[in-house]
């Protein structure tokens, strides 16, 4: 299973991640906030958590710590932001990066400029 999930991911992660992030920007961000699907409040409150902390990596687990789910809600909602990316933002890749350990375990972080940007998203939303 963790396969499907590193399949899953490796789409969003491009050689060139940094060019990909910057394609997100407030407006980008905004609409994403105020979406109301799985993906979107849950990869919201997974940013919430990674955006306080820039460039950290956070594995499922530091995600399951941090947040009031699962490890299969995390797993489902990483799943369904490609999906979601692909029908509502015109294929845009996640706006976060995936970082692959030796031993086939993901590690998620945002750059300062994404976790900057989320917060504001998240101080209009207030």
Do not use: C
Request: hydrophobic content about 40%.
């Amino acid at each position: 299973m963790e396969d499907v999930y590193r399949l899953l991911a490796q789409p969003a992660v491009t050689e060139d991640s940094e060019d990909a992030l910057e394609e997100w920007d407030l407006e980008m961000l905004k609409r994403f906030a105020d979406g109301t699907g799985v993906a979107n409040v849950k990869v919201g409150k997974m940013l919430d958590v990674m955006s306080q902390s820039p460039n950290e990596l956070f594995t499922i687990a530091d995600l399951v710590e941090e947040t009031d789910y699962d490890r299969l809600e995390i797993r489902g909602a990483l799943s369904g932001l490609t999906r979601h990316l692909r029908a509502h933002f015109d294929g845009a890749d996640w706006m976060f990066d995936t970082e692959w350990s030796n031993e086939n375990e993901a590690a998620y972080s945002v750059n300062k400029h994404i976790a900057e940007l989320w917060q504001q998203v998240r101080a209009f939303k207030k």
